[in-house]
């Protein structure tokens, strides 16, 4: 996990100076946390025989 989070951070930090490092993986684990979570109320809207409805680009799914 840390070398995923390296790898990104040094992509990142060669563009954004500005933001610190630590706001950054901050910023990153919570996204990985609400991923985590929309796949699993997609699972679970499936195991029920719920649709699920998302919204990419301007146009709803």
Known sequence: ???YF????KRYMNNH???SLQLF???AEFKRIGNRA????QAE???L?????????????
Do not use: H, T
């Open 25 to 27: 993986i901050q910023a």
């Open 38 to 41: 929309i796949r699993q109320a």
């Open 17 to 19: 100076q500005s933001l």
């Open 1 to 3: 996990m840390k070398s």
């Open 49 to 61: 025989g719920m649709e699920n409805v998302f919204y990419r680009n301007g146009i709803i799914y």
């Open 6 to 9: 390296n790898s990104v951070v």
């Open 45 to 47: 809207n499936r195991r």
